[in-house]
């Protein structure tokens, strides 16, 4: 599969009205519903795999907050048990870890905020490898500061990720793959790795902004 092929798809961007502290641009399409594939594609499902779902399982904090991120896909607001988290990209993580048990801080309350607070739970991970439960952070430009956040809801075994993200039309998936952080495809396989993100008008690979990754539910 390829870009080409998928031209409107692989415009699922991170979203200034879907994170407050955003620059970037998306194109008006809705995000993809529960029962479509990974951002959008219709080859294969965007749920947790099987073998992914059963390493997830054996921590029920990792599998409260991926299914609390999930339960949200397609929606604009984030309201979970009663309460309204806001409505942008950080209120998902927040609602997702505090369901899972291990809410943030008070004044963590957007990208930056929960970047420091995984710095000073010394909870960054290095590494190429995401897993289930990750709070992955992007930023508005390569090497640019936290300003968007996600939670890892899948993993591959070739190191792509599925990542649940709250951008301008609601909650969406998003590819994400930091070995080829540069490259939307893999260049062994054709296979799609990275959905592209703009910056401005300027198309990156998804992977290329991220800019930390975070195990906050241990």
């Known amino acids: 599969m390829t870009v080409r092929r998928l031209p409107a798809l692989a415009a699922l961007l991170v979203a200034g009205a879907g994170c407050t502290s955003g620059t970037m641009a998306r194109r008006p399409l809705p995000p993809p519903p529960a029962s479509e594939s990974r951002a959008g594609a219709a080859d294969r499902s965007a749920g947790p795999a099987p073998a992914t779902e059963g390493r997830a399982a054996a921590d029920p904090r990792v599998r409260a907050a991926i299914a609390t991120a999930s339960s949200l896909v397609g929606r ?22 505090t369901r899972a048990g291990r809410p943030p801080p008070p004044g963590a309350r957007d990208a930056a905020g929960l970047h420091d607070f995984a710095v000073r739970r010394h909870a960054l991970r290095s590494g190429r490898r995401l897993q289930p439960g990750d709070v992955l952070f992007l930023a508005n430009r390569p090497g640019g500061p ?44 054709g296979r799609l790795v990275n959905d592209t993100l703009y910056v401005g008008k300027e198309p990156v690979p998804a992977g290329s902004l991220v800019v930390g990754v975070a195990d906050l539910l241990h």
């Open 76 to 97: 604009r607001g984030v309201t979970v048990d009663g309460v309204d988290y806001g409505a942008d990209c950080t209120a998902l993580v927040r609602a997702s870890l």
């Open 146 to 189: 936290p300003r968007h956040a996600g939670l890892v809801s899948r993993a591959d075994p070739d190191g792509t990720a599925v990542v649940l993200y709250r951008v301008a039309r609601g909650v969406a998936r998003l590819r994400v793959n930091l070995a080829w952080p540069k490259r939307t495809n893999d260049p062994s396989t």
